[in-house]
């Protein structure tokens, strides 16, 4: 089993900043991806990015990107989400999710281990 735990949410003004963290423990040699989901209510939990424990691929959602740097260290079990120019359609509830090997790192549902998720709200 592994187990996540997120961050850093909190309440912000449109084009501010927020730096959420993911903190892993248990058989975290097992896991090779690391992603950020998000929720908004009334929508589909959402891909935003996410970070490979081989050669530290990324990738990142376009509706995010240039705004969005994810990061992590696999052998610090961490995992980060580096938000700026933040939008009222940022806010959700960010959930750090892990997952083996897995093909569709932008599928929720290919991933086992979730957190308890953190909200994100942008005032506009």
């Known amino acids: 089993q592994v187990q996540l735990v997120e961050s850093g949410g909190g309440l912000v003004q449109a084009g501010g900043s927020l730096r959420l963290s993911c903190a892993a423990s248990?058989?975290?040699?097992?896991?090779?991806?690391m992603t950020w989901f998000r929720q908004a209510p009334g929508k589909e939990r959402e891909f935003v990015a996410a970070i490979m424990r081989s050669g530290g691929r990324t990738y990142v959602a376009d509706s995010v990107k240039g705004r969005f740097t994810i990061s992590g260290d696999y052998a610090q079990n961490t995992m980060y989400l580096q938000m700026n120019s933040l939008k009222p359609e940022d806010t959700a509830s960010y959930y750090c999710?892990?997952?083996?090997?897995?093909?569709?790192?932008?599928?929720?549902?290919?991933?086992?281990?979730w957190g308890q998720g953190t909200q994100v709200t942008v005032s506009s």
């Open positions: 248990g058989r975290t040699f097992t896991v090779y991806t």
């Open positions: 999710a892990a997952g083996h090997i897995i093909s569709s790192y932008y599928s929720p549902r290919e991933y086992g281990y």
